[in-house]
C-alpha cells in the first residue's frame, strides 16, 4: 500500500541513516560563500570549515527554490507516495515555508488528486528534525495524512533546544548580534549559552569552558522536565566531534534517555554559529501500550481520534506554564465560532472546534449519539494532551449541560491549566437571521449544520453555569469592542 511520502529542508540535520532508512527526500538550502552559491552538501566539511574560517569569505544562506520543492513532489509521486507531508523549519527564521508552500500551489496544478500538505514545524536543527522523524516514523507505520501531521505536531510542541557557541564572531557576520557583543564575549572568553523553545531563541547564560558548558545543559534540561520522564535527545555539533561525544557520555549518565542521537550541523546552520557549536535537543515522549484487552482496545481507538483531530488544528502555538483554557458554551447560531476566530486572531490559541472535527472525524456525519459520544471522548482526550503539553486550548462546542462542562473542569485540574467558561448568547432574530445565512451557504467559515429547529430543542435542554469567574468576559468584550472601533 502506498504511503506518506516525507519531504524536508536541508536545516533538520538529520543522521543521514535515518534519513536513508525512513526515505526522507531532503531539499538543500542555498549557501552562498566567497562569492559562489552551494547546494547545502555540495561541499565536504573539510572545505566548508576551511572556507568559512576565512574572514575574507562572506558566508549566508538563502531558502530553496519553488521548483526544488517541486522537483521532490513529483518524485515522491513518481515513487509510489498516496500524498506528501513537506515540513520546513520555522517561518521566523527562513523563507523556506513560503517557498514550499508556493511549491505546493504548483503541484495541485500539476499533479491534480495528489495532496501535498506544508507544516511549519517552528522549530531549528533537530527540534525542527525531531518532527520530521515523527512523521517518518508514523508514515512508515501506515499512518495517514492526517495521522502523520498530528505526529509531526507532538513533538514540535515539546521539542526544545540549548546549546554553547564557541564563539560570537559568525553571528556577528551575519548580522544577528553587534560587534561590540562579540568583541566583548571574546576579550572575556565568554561562550554564550543559547536556548530555543516555542519558537523563541535567547541566550540564557554563559560559561568560560566547554565543561561547564556541558553540565549547563544538562541541569537545563533537568529543570525543565519531570522526574521520571522519558526523553529522547539529540546532540548537535559544528566540526566538533569530540565535544559531542563528551556531551553524549554525560546525558547518558545523567538523563539517562530512551534514544540518543549524534548529529552534526549541516553549511547552513554552522554558518550562523560558527565551528565548535555544541548542542542539546530534546523531547519528552510518552509511548502508547500496544493493546491487549477490550479497555485497551478502546484507548488505543481513543487516542487514534484524538490523534486524528489534531492532525487538523494546523501549527500550534507555544507551550506555557499553566495554559489557559477557554471553554465556549451557548446554544447553536450565538456566534461561539465567530469569538473563537477573534479571541485566537490576538491570543495564541489551539481552537478545538467540534463542528469542524466532527466532519474530520466522520465523513458523513449521523449525529447519533453514539457518533457524538466518539467525537466528544476524543475532543476532551485531545484537549487533555495539549493542556499536558502547556498549549492554550480554546473549546468551541455548545457544552450546554453541566454533564458535558464537568469532564472540563477535571481536565482542567488535573493539567493544572487556568479554567475560563464564557457563555455566548443572541437575541432570537439574529439567531434567526444566522441559520438562514447558513442554509443559504453565505459563510463558508460557518461549519455547523443546526438547524432552527434543533436551536428550539437544544434551548430546552440548557442548564446554566455554575460558578462566575467575575468580569473576565466583559473584559473580553470590550477588548473585541476597542479592536473593531
Not at 500538505?117 to 495524512?145: E, Y
Amino acid at each position: 500500500m502506498p504511503g506518506i511520502a516525507i519531504v524536508t529542508d536541508s536545516s533538520a540535520c538529520l543522521p543521514a541513516d535515518l534519513v536513508e532508512r525512513y526515505s526522507v527526500r531532503i531539499v538543500p538550502l542555498a549557501l552562498l560563500l566567497g562569492g559562489t552559491v552551494f547546494r547545502d552538501g555540495d561541499l565536504s566539511p573539510e572545505e566548508f570549515y576551511a572556507r568559512l574560517r576565512d574572514p575574507e569569505q562572506r558566508a549566508t544562506t538563502a531558502a530553496p527554490a519553488p521548483g526544488e520543492f517541486l522537483e521532490a513532489f513529483r518524485s515522491a509521486r513518481a515513487g509510489g507516495g498516496s500524498a506528501v507531508l513537506c515540513l520546513t523549519l520555522s517561518s521566523q527564521y527562513s523563507g523556506t515555508h513560503s517557498s514550499a508552500v508556493n511549491a505546493a500551489d504548483l503541484a495541485a496544478r500539476e499533479l491534480p488528486g495528489f495532496e501535498v500538505r506544508v507544516f511549519d514545524t517552528g522549530g531549528i536543527a533537530m527540534t525542527h528534525g525531531f518532527a520530521v522523524l515523527d512523521a517518518a516514523r508514523a508514515a512508515a507505520a501506515g499512518a495517514t495524512l492526517d495521522e502523520t501531521v498530528a505526529a509531526a505536531n507532538r513533538a514540535s510542541a515539546g521539542a526544545n533546544l540549548v546549546g554553547v557557541l564557541e564563539t560570537t564572531r559568525y553571528l556577528a557576520r551575519s548580522g544577528r548580534v553587534p560587534w561590540i557583543v562579540h568583541f566583548a564575549t571574546s576579550l572575556l572568553h565568554i561562550k554564550p549559552v543559547i536556548a530555543s523553545s516555542a519558537g523563541r531563541t535567547g541566550a540564557i547564560g554563559r560559561v568560560r569552558t566547554i565543561t561547564k558548558g556541558v553540565e549547563l545543559m544538562i541541569d537545563y534540561v533537568q529543570r525543565r522536565t519531570s522526574p521520571g520522564t522519558a526523553l529522547r535527545l539529540a546532540v548537535m555539533h559544528a566540526d566538533a566531534r569530540e565535544k559531542a561525544e563528551l556531551l553524549a557520555k554525560r546525558v547518558r549518565e545523567a538523563l539517562g534517555p530512551t534514544e540518543l542521537l549524534i548529529t552534526e550541523f549541516t553549511s547552513v546552520m554552522a554558518v550562523h554559529t560558527g565551528p565548535g557549536f555544541l548542542g542539546l535537543a530534546w523531547q519528552p515522549i510518552e509511548p502508547l501500550p500496544a493493546p491487549t484487552t477490550a479497555l485497551d482496545e478502546h484507548r488505543s481507538l481513543l487516542h487514534r481520534d484524538a490523534s486524528v483531530l489534531e492532525g487538523t488544528l494546523g501549527v500550534l502555538p507555544g507551550s506555557v506554564e499553566h495554559p489557559p483554557f477557554a471553554v465556549l458554551s451557548g446554544l447553536p447560531g450565538t456566534g461561539k465560532s465567530h469569538l473563537a476566530r477573534e479571541i485566537a486572531r490576538r491570543h495564541p490559541f489551539a481552537v478545538v472546534e467540534s463542528d469542524a472535527l466532527r466532519k474530520a472525524l466522520v465523513k458523513r456525519p449521523s449525529y447519533s449519539q453514539q457518533e457524538s459520544a466518539r467525537l466528544f471522548a476524543a475532543c476532551h482526550e485531545l484537549i487533555r494532551q495539549l493542556l499536558l503539553r502547556g498549549i492554550p486550548v480554546l473549546f468551541d462546542a455548545t457544552n450546554l449541560k453541566e454533564a458535558h462542562r464537568r469532564p472540563l473542569y477535571d481536565i482542567a485540574q488535573r493539567t493544572g491549566a487556568r479554567l475560563l467558561v464564557v457563555e455566548v448568547r443572541a437575541a432570537e432574530d439574529v439567531v434567526r437571521r444566522r441559520m438562514q445565512s447558513r442554509r443559504a451557504a453565505e459563510n463558508p467559515l460557518d461549519r455547523s449544520d443546526a438547524t432552527l429547529d434543533v436551536y428550539h430543542i437544544m434551548r430546552g435542554e440548557a442548564e446554566p453555569i455554575a460558578g462566575d469567574d467575575g468580569d473576565a468576559v466583559d473584559r473580553i468584550l470590550l477588548e473585541l469592542k476597542r479592536v473593531r472601533a
